[in-house]
């Protein structure tokens, strides 16, 4: 893959450069097809900056990591969250930290921020290698060397587990649990209603629409069941749920009603687990086409844990260094949240090109990440590019910070990067240490970009002992 080379524009202020498309619908129809696709062609074609055709908008891609930087980061307070795709998922996490702007979320990012806090994750290390312990165990019967199970499914279901029991004490990972099946769902319904030219609340009566509704339905119950059970037992409790519901407004003294805990415990059980899901199913599946990266990983892990059925303590999890490389390569190649979309508040200008006000921006990891000017070789699988010489070297030669931003950048960063890297090292290391994960053969992964980027049809493997 190479990049186009800088688009040469004759007025300093003209707008960045249109992709070209055929017929009515403009780039609807690839967009709907290959998402991923319409956006390295916009890359390729036009540059650093590309505008496409959807029709009823016109947003403009960006592929620059100083532009991702003047977005997020150095002119932030300029762009807001007022997107299309926002306004989609606010229909499902309402005002939640994911979504809400303002007052609204300094004042929640301020009582969220201590549960993030690595003091706090340091005392979740423990549920998660029970959480660990327990999927190692899990897959004992199956691990045969022949027997079928998807990765992708397997991964969703235990980061459920593991981010519903330590930010609210409650396991929602079992068979029946309906808030997994709902999330998918939903963000399959999303991904075709954020590129049809119709509004967004409008319902028409097809199939989707029912099971979307009745999705949302079943994730409401649950979330309420959950905080109705927290009322009655009269005790808060000190974990993310708890901290929410003791916080007083600072000036009002008022607690957080209903309404906004749900769309808060909503936000945190759908963005903490689907996210490290599809980093964990992306990273098994980098693991089982690259056999020397998992050798120099078995090493490390067999050094550190004794035997079979262990997982990481929080004072191992320091070691595990070449694992922690391993994540980072993995979420450069697939970056689980692989775009991220602003809409300009103001006229601004980017990179010599014209931002008029209203403009949606939609920045790509997917295509920054495999920029050959910022990364050598970047389709290679190589977790040594994050070791901590090789990391210094890029920053001397001048590489900025967004050239990698799989958790944005900014003060609208993941509030849970540290809390996810820590689950996907505990999981990982643990399933390192009891499993060779095979990939099973006659299968085509088809990375699939929703609002997360997922394995379209899973990740079918086998499991042998160690
Ligand atoms: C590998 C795992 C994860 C990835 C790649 C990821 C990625 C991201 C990205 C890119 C954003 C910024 C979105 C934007 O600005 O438009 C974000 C925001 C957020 N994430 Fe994550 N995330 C992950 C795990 C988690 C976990 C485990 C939690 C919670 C337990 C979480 C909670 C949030 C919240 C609440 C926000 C909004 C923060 C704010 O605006 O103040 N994420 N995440």
Redesign the pocket.
């Known amino acids: 893959m190479t990049a186009a080379q800088p688009i040469a524009h004759s007025s300093p202020l003209s707008l960045p450069p249109m992709l070209p498309s055929h017929g009515p619908w403009g780039h609807i129809p690839e967009l709907r097809q290959d998402n991923l696709g319409l956006f390295t062609r916009a890359w390729r074609e036009c540059g650093p900056m590309a505008r496409v055709s959807f029709g009823f908008l016109t947003p403009i891609f960006v592929f620059d990591a100083r532009a991702v930087k003047h977005i997020?980061v150095d002119k932030q307070q300029h762009y807001s969250?007022q997107t299309r795709g926002?306004d989609a998922l606010r229909m499902l996490l309402g005002q939640?930290?994911?979504t809400s702007e303002g007052a609204l979320?300094k004042r929640?990012?301020r009582i969220?921020q201590p549960a993030?806090h690595k003091d706090r994750i340091a005392k979740m290390v423990d549920t998660m290698r029970i959480a660990s312990c327990d999927l190692v165990e899990r897959w004992a019967p199956w691990a045969d060397g022949q027997t079928e199970i998807d990765a992708a499914e397997e991964m969703m279901r235990i980061?459920l587990r593991m981010?519903g029991e330590t930010?609210c004490g409650v396991d929602m990972s079992d068979e029946s649990s309906e808030f997994g099946r709902g999330v998918a769902v939903m963000l399959k319904f999303f991904r075709k209603k954020i590129s049809t030219p119709l509004p967004l609340h409008w319902k028409l009566p097809t199939a989707q629409q029912r099971r979307s509704d009745q999705a949302l339905e079943a994730m409401d119950r649950i979330v309420h069941e959950i905080i109705d059970e927290r009322f009655r037992s009269g005790v808060h409790g000190d974990d993310?749920l708890g901290m929410f519901m003791s916080a007083r407004d600072a000036e009002t003294g008022e607690s957080m009603d209903r309404t906004q805990l749900r769309d808060e415990l909503m936000?945190?059980l759908s963005?903490?687990?689907e996210?490290?899901a599809?980093?964990m199913a992306w990273t098994l599946y980098l693991l089982s086409k690259h056999p020397a990266v998992l050798r120099q990983l078995e090493q490390e892990v067999d050094a550190l844990l004794d035997r079979p059925g262990d997982a990481p303590t929080l004072d191992q999890l320091k070691s595990l260094t070449y694992a922690d490389q391993v994540l980072s390569e993995s979420?450069r190649l697939f970056?689980?949240?692989w775009a991220?979309?602003?809409r300009a508040e103001i006229d601004d200008e980017i990179l010599g090109y014209s931002i008029p006000k209203d403009s949606y921006t939609v920045m790509c990891?997917w295509v920054v990440h495999r920029d050959p000017d910022l990364w050598e070789n970047p389709e290679g699988f190589d977790p040594d590019r994050f070791s901590p010489e090789r990391l210094a070297a890029a920053k001397r030669r001048g590489r900025i910070r967004t050239a990698y931003?799989?958790?944005?950048a900014g003060?609208?960063?993941?509030?849970?990067?540290a809390?996810?890297?820590t689950?996907?090292l505990v999981l990982l290391a643990a399933i390192v240490r009891a499993y060779r994960v095979e990939l099973c053969p006659h299968q085509k992964i088809v990375p699939e970009g929703s609002v997360t980027l997922r394995p379209r049809d899973g990740v079918r493997v086998t499991l042998r002992r160690r």
Request: with cysteine.
């Open positions: 997020l969250k926002y939640g930290l994911v979320w929640q990012r969220a993030f980061t981010a930010l993310l936000t945190m963005a903490g687990h996210t490290t599809n980093a979420m970056p689980p949240v991220v979309a602003r990891s931003f799989p958790f944005a003060p609208r960063k993941c509030i849970g990067d809390f996810a890297r689950e996907a």
